[in-house]
């Protein structure tokens, strides 16, 4: 508990973001954001008569406000709502935006989402060591997973990506909560929509924390190998697990397997 709640008041996406909007133009005061929002900073009201209102919306229909002082930022409401009604201070036109920049030009481009909390410091300091992934890899940083929906990954598939990866905080250390069960449950409806059209891709959604610098590099290229179609052979197998080997004895710091202790354990809270 006291992990946990030393990882909440250093995260740094909650000082100084601003907190997310409600259109009233666009909510039907369904509670799908106020029921996803993991500290309760969304609730809905009596709709004013001189608030905008979708055609649908009846006269005595609600509307959801956001609190500004208890919102965190993180996401999770805009990712989930169905009318596309919350806007975010990283905008679905951005990461749209964002995506296609990052994907252009770039055969069988490998995407993966990362939150900047425990998954960006276990990037960020596999790549201080030097650890290395294909260059078709493209890495997209999120304040949080749970911003990522499903419209996210399907415009990645659109845009000709191989395969989509998700990484998060360790498992049950989300920094935001429930941001790794809301990315599940978006990452499960893009696989849905991706099968339904023909067009299955690989998806994975991945826990990560700090002691995984060792490991994470290892993860990228087994999956970009998976993405792309080449055989897991069992050279690539006993390579990849050499370097797992060689790393462990050449790094200090946390050995092979290691968990994750939060907060300043782990160098994840900052």
């Not at 009596?46 to 005595?60: F, G, L, N, Q, T």
């Not at 191989?162 to 499960?188: H, I, K, N, P």
């Not at 993405?227 to 390579?239: Q, R, S």
Request: include cysteine; glycine fraction near 12%; proline fraction near 4%.
């Amino acid at each position: 508990m006291a992990s946990e709640i030393h990882n909440f008041l250093t995260s740094s996406g909650r000082r100084g973001t601003a907190a997310s909007q409600v259109d009233a133009a666009q909510c039907v005061g369904c509670d799908t954001c106020s029921a996803m929002c993991p500290f309760g900073a969304i609730t809905l009201v009596d709709r004013p008569e001189s608030a905008p209102r979708p055609a649908e919306v009846k006269d005595d229909g609600k509307l959801a406000v956001i609190d500004a002082q208890s919102c965190r930022a993180c996401g999770i409401c805009a990712a989930n709502c169905p009318e596309v009604a919350i806007a975010h201070n990283l905008s679905d036109d951005a990461l749209f935006g964002r995506i296609a920049l990052m994907t252009e030009g770039v055969e069988k481009p490998v995407v993966g989402f990362y939150c900047k909390e425990c998954a960006g410091a276990a990037i960020g300091l596999s790549g201080q060591h030097r650890d290395r992934y294909p260059e078709n890899v493209r890495l997209i940083e999120l304040p949080c997973l749970g911003r990522v929906s499903a419209l996210h990954i399907v415009e990645a598939a659109r845009l000709g990506a191989a395969g989509v990866f998700l990484a998060g905080c360790a498992e049950g250390r989300c920094q935001y909560r429930t941001g790794d069960t809301s990315a599940l449950e978006q990452m499960t409806i893009a696989g849905e929509v991706l099968a339904d059209s023909s067009t299955p891709l690989p998806l994975e959604l991945w826990h990560l924390c700090a002691v995984d610098r060792l490991s994470v590099g290892r993860r990228i290229r087994m999956f970009h190998a998976k993405a792309i179609g080449d055989e897991l052979t069992p050279a690539l197998l006993e390579h990849e697990m050499g370097l797992i080997g060689a790393g462990a004895g050449a790094l200090s710091g946390a050995p092979t397997g290691a968990v994750c202790g939060g907060g300043e354990v782990c160098g994840c809270g900052r």
